[in-house]
């Protein structure tokens, strides 16, 4: 059940027993609340007056005269001003009684009125209905009986007030924690991501936005232990861009940026999302392409040589590939030399060439 479904009884866990608890501690018995109740046509004749007195003396205070601030806001809790005071006298002290002082409680926090000027008022209110009572009631014992009666009444009440002050700071500490450790578990999940985005970007090549050599030789290894288990074939391509050195000094540096971030588009576009594409330095790349063998290795070498040369008709790219397979593992030093020394051979013919 949501709290706005519930009274103020109902969230503080004030049961009737409860109630009758606070009511002993104060020692404030039937008699007590009996004497009260029999001079509620005192104070039904003189409530205007009261509340005249007590407003006067209120609103000269510029604490509380900013917080009412206009004659609609005066008028409404002049109205629930007589509806407290002649509780105070009615003789019934039950759950509904408490819940409206918890709610005058409620109210006064959330309108920002300090305990200290609760107090106050109460203090006001007292000497003001006192002095009422002392005008009708002749009897000094029976006067002196009911400001006692009042006391305890009004101590009453003081405390059902500052319980719900105190729930209410409660629950803004609660909230405020609650808000503080969503926002800490965003930044940790921000922290977290973050991170994998800072370690993914330190495992790839800036220019080419393809995995670097490190995250490569991490890779090759991970991929060739999952063959190893599963038993299947891994496959790994070598090339270069043919005279590299040339474009650069034919063509510049600029160009020859171009060419290599062209070869990491071309990769991305023609493997699958299982291969490993990476920059092994300079203008050489490496290919791994886990469960593929050499002939579709060479497939897959055909269709980047094809991109490349679309683009570059004047330039060309040698490839070589090495295979390690379940009846021959080898390990990744020597499938990467295998690979390079198919590339070396690629290059003693002309034009974009393959070997296996």
């Known amino acids: 059940m949501k709290r706005t479904d519930k009274t103020l009884l109902e969230q503080m866990q004030i049961s009737d027993v409860d109630i009758s608890h606070r009511i002993e501690l104060l020692d404030l018995d039937k008699n007590d609340l009996d004497l009260l109740s029999s001079h509620k046509s005192i104070i039904d004749d003189s409530i205007d007056d009261i509340i ?37 006298f009615s003789g019934h002290y039950d759950g509904e009684y408490v819940n ?37 009631i002749e009897k000094s014992e029976i006067l002196n009986s009911t400001v006692v009666a009042l006391d305890k009444l009004l101590y009453f009440d ?44 330190a495992k790839l090549d800036p220019l080419t936005n393809i995995y670097n050599q490190r995250a490569m030789q991490e890779l090759l290894r991970r991929e060739m232990t999952l063959a190893k288990r599963r038993h299947t074939i891994l496959s790994l391509v070598y090339f270069d861009v043919d005279n590299f050195k040339t474009i650069n000094d034919t063509h510049g540096h600029i160009k020859g940026d171009e060419v290599l971030k062209f070869v990491g588009q071309i990769l991305h576009e023609n493997v ?8 092994y330095g300079g203008d050489e790349f490496c290919l791994i392409l886990p469960e593929c063998n050499t002939e579709n290795a060479r497939i897959v070498c055909q269709k980047i040589i094809k991109a490349f040369n679309h683009r570059y008709s004047d330039f060309s790219i040698s490839m070589g590939i090495a295979q390690t397979n379940p009846e021959e593992y080898i390990d990744e030093e020597r499938l990467i030399k295998i690979a390079d020394e198919k590339m070396y051979s690629a290059k003693k013919q002309n034009g974009s060439q393959i070997r296996a």
């Open 52 to 88: 005249d007195e007590f407003y006067e003396k209120q609103t000269k205070i510029d604490e509380i005269s900013l917080l009412i601030r206009d004659s609609d806001t005066l008028r409404r809790l002049r109205y629930a001003q007589r509806k407290y005071i002649i509780d105070l």
């Open 100 to 136: 409206n002082r918890l709610r005058i409680g409620m109210v006064h926090k959330r309108i920002g009125v300090d305990p200290k000027l609760f107090l106050s008022a109460i203090m006001s209110l007292k000497y003001i209905v006192i002095n009422t009572l002392s005008n009708t």
């Open 158 to 201: 003081t405390t059902l007030v500052f319980d719900t002050y105190i729930d209410s700071l409660v629950g803004e500490i609660e909230a405020a924690k609650r808000r503080t450790e969503i926002y800490a578990n965003s930044l940790e999940d921000k922290v977290v991501e973050r991170t994998r985005q800072l370690e993914e970007l």
């Open 272 to 279: 699958r999302e299982t291969d490993v594409p990476c920059r």
